[in-house]
């Protein structure tokens, strides 16, 4: 603009303006501010990637694919109030890999992430679509299921226990058979 008067100056900030440069121009001051917005609008869009990519890691459990236990207390959360207002059953599973200690010490990191990853796959497999399944430590998954009992609940979980129990884990040249430990 050729006014740099204060009110002209506040007029445009009013109405959304980001910067004010008058005439004549100054070709050194106008490429620094131009540089200096562009690197604003990169740190920006930096940041609300990083944001969403936080976001989804902290309800996605990354190695297993599991949604992690934050999202798993949020949902139950609801879960719950859904339930109680509509008199209704909700039933919580814990479920711990046995002797996932020693298993580690055969296994290795990467065989022990695989095995994870295999007991979270028959979870998901066995569980109701309208379940939810979580792995909410090390070797510890947990699932919640809205309108069944304890006993329908106990039936998901002897298919659970079945599906481990049919075959060993197998990785590489190690074989290994896998037990859970449940609680309702």
Not at 61 to 79: A, F, H, M, N, W
Not at 113 to 136: F, M, Q, Y
Not at 158 to 182: C, K, N
């Amino acid at each position: 603009t050729g006014a740099d008067d204060e009110t002209t100056k506040q007029r445009a900030f009013a109405c959304g303006a980001t910067d004010f440069i008058t005439k004549p121009l100054d070709a050194i001051q106008l490429l620094a501010r131009v540089q200096a917005y562009v690197r604003y609008d990169q740190t920006a869009r930096k940041l609300t990637e990083q944001s969403a990519n936080l976001a989804e890691q902290s309800i996605a459990d990354l190695l297993t694919g599991l949604p992690s236990r934050r999202y798993l207390l949020q949902r139950g959360e609801q879960d719950l109030a859904f339930a109680r207002r509509q008199g209704r059953d909700l039933t919580l599973t814990r479920i711990d890999i046995d002797g996932f200690k020693q298993h580690y010490r055969v296994l290795g990191d990467e065989g022990s992430d695989r095995l994870l990853g295999w007991v979270a796959k028959i979870l998901i497999h066995n569980a109701r679509s309208e379940d939810t399944v979580a792995r909410v430590a090390g070797a510890e998954f947990a699932f919640h299921a809205n309108n069944i009992g304890i006993a329908e609940a106990g039936v998901i979980c002897e298919r659970v226990q079945s599906a481990v129990a049919r075959e060993p884990f197998v990785d590489g040249d190690h074989t290994v058979p896998v037990t859970l430990s449940m609680g309702l």
